[in-house]
């Protein structure tokens, strides 16, 4: 294994660290991955910010606002406790971010806004925590500011994309990137980024590729191609539908009717 018995049984006692560089092939030899050895040493539990990511997600998927409220408030009190965790503010400052997408009513201020904006700025390399940060985030930002950090994710992110779950959450960040461009009906900005995202989307990634495919159309149809991108659209939610993703079909359905097929 490279490590000798009498270190691995200091190491168990708590007398002595073991190098990372030994650490790492410990763990390669007894076939264990790294996410593996971090879940067994929670407990076989979730570390606190996955956690924290899966009520998010949970409670934006079902725009519940009450329970992002109540989420906040409980960030919040940990923010009193642990003053000197940056990232517990930033925590803060990204669940107002997705509850005023929510409640119009709810204004995000700008220091909480520079509170990100500044964090990613500084990060030299774009880790997971970031990747999930920004594609929480982003739809707060302005159209040039947008622009500036999708093209900074994409630089600092090189080191990282290889991993599934980073890849997974970049090519999210660049279909976000996309919606928004369309949504503003900069379709030329849009292709841009779908240029970013072709590079890394393969064969397996069938749900990123099926709302690209959706997407394309909606560019095409921006773009006076309408008959085109209707069909595009209409094929990524055929298959939507036959996969069973219900509420994609839903949500897709809407937005091609409100925005696509009125105007034939």
């Avoid at 660290?17 to 264990?32: L, P, T």
């Avoid at 965790?85 to 909480?112: P, R, Y």
């Avoid at 739809?139 to 080191?159: K, M």
Wanted: aromatic share 12%; proline share 0%.
């Amino acid at each position: 294994m490279g490590v000798s018995k009498s270190t691995i049984s200091s190491f168990e006692l708590g007398d002595t660290d073991i190098q990372i560089s030994k650490f790492y092939k410990m763990i390669k030899k007894i076939g264990v991955s790294l996410e593996e050895f971090d879940y067994a040493v929670n407990g076989y539990d979730f570390c606190d910010f996955d956690k924290l990511m899966n009520r998010v997600s949970a409670l934006y998927d079902q725009q519940n606002v009450t329970g992002l409220k109540l989420l906040l408030s409980d960030e919040m009190k940990k923010c009193k406790t642990s003053q000197t965790d940056i990232h517990d503010e930033i925590n803060c400052a990204m669940i107002k971010c997705l509850i005023s997408e929510l409640d119009k009513d709810f204004k995000v201020t700008k220091e909480d806004k520079d509170r990100i904006t500044d964090y990613l700025y500084r990060s030299e390399i774009w880790s997971y925590y970031h990747l999930a940060l920004y594609n929480n985030t982003l739809r707060i930002l302005d159209t040039s500011t947008l622009i500036y950090y999708s093209e900074l994710a994409i630089s600092r992110i090189s080191y990282y994309q290889s991993l599934p779950i980073n890849k997974r959450l970049m090519m999210e960040m660049l279909l976000n990137t996309m919606i928004f461009m369309i949504d503003k009906k900069e379709f030329t900005l849009a292709l841009k980024f779908k240029s970013y995202l072709e590079n890394l989307v393969g064969e397996r990634d069938l749900f990123e590729k099926t709302i690209l495919l959706y997407l394309v159309g909606s560019i095409e149809f921006g773009l006076e191609k309408k008959e085109q991108g209707r069909e595009k659209m209409q094929k990524a939610i055929d298959v939507f539908r036959v996969l069973g993703s219900d509420n994609f079909v839903a949500n897709f359905r809407k937005d091609y009717c409100e925005n696509y097929y009125k105007n034939k």
